[in-house]
């Protein structure tokens, strides 16, 4: 009896030490999982161009745009700004604004703007295009992690699309539209291209 005793003491003792390393073993998976998760995202993001009639949730939209004005800032300018749009004549103003921009199918999209009153002030102030760029990469991430598909369409700095994407949001003069994002349910799944070129990669100098 007392050797019975002894051996289940061992045996839950043994059990006990098995769930602590499965427990200390856990978070070191988790970020591992994490990082593939977000390396893929970033390999898989192609661009959308057809989309299905399903909306995409309000939720989901702001939290796309809370991700985009995550994006590093020059000085911490932020300077940026962002017309969400959902409805049907909007977005039919704005393909009309853009027939590039391919908004006949799309159930949203996102105008990233710079707002030139939030620039740095002097030979600086285009950076407000290299940070309107990051927050925009930023947004078509959040989108594909999502699962929903989306494409750049780019605005400035083409003088004719400017002007006629400011003239159908009643953008005022600070405003500057860079792109217009447009988003959707996707309909078609396109291969990711491998845009990998090893002689683009110089190391430590030319």
């Known amino acids: 009896m007392k050797a019975y005793y002894k051996f289940t003491a061992m045996a839950a003792a043994a059990l006990m030490i098995a769930a602590s390393c499965q427990k200390q073993e856990t978070p070191a998976a988790t970020g591992a999982n994490s990082t593939e998760a977000v390396i893929e995202n970033i390999m898989t993001r192609t661009s ?22 995550a994006a590093p800032t ?5 300077p940026w700004a962002f017309v969400a749009v959902t409805e049907r004549a909007v977005l039919d103003s704005l393909d009309a604004a853009h027939p590039m921009a391919r908004l006949s199918t799309a159930t949203a999209a996102i105008v990233v ?3 030139l009153n939030l620039a740095i002030e002097g030979p600086g102030q285009e950076y407000w295009i290299q ?3 990051a927050a925009s990469e930023n947004i078509l ?39 217009i994002i447009t988003m959707g349910h ?3 799944n396109p291969e990711p291209k491998d845009k990998w070129v090893p002689s683009k990669v110089h190391y430590q100098r030319w």
């Open 48 to 69: 959308i161009r057809q989309f299905t009639s399903e909306p995409i949730g309000a939720d989901t939209l702001e939290t796309i745009l809370k991700a985009g004005m």
């Open 74 to 78: 020059a000085v911490n300018k932020q």
């Open 113 to 115: 703007c710079g707002d």
């Open 131 to 133: 940070d309107c760029s």
């Open 141 to 179: 991430l959040a989108a594909h992690a999502y699962g929903l598909g989306a494409v750049w369409c780019g605005v400035y700095p083409t003088e004719e699309r400017v002007a006629n994407v400011k003239a159908a949001l009643g953008l005022p003069e600070n405003i500057i539209p860079l792109n």
């Open 186 to 188: 996707p309909a078609q």
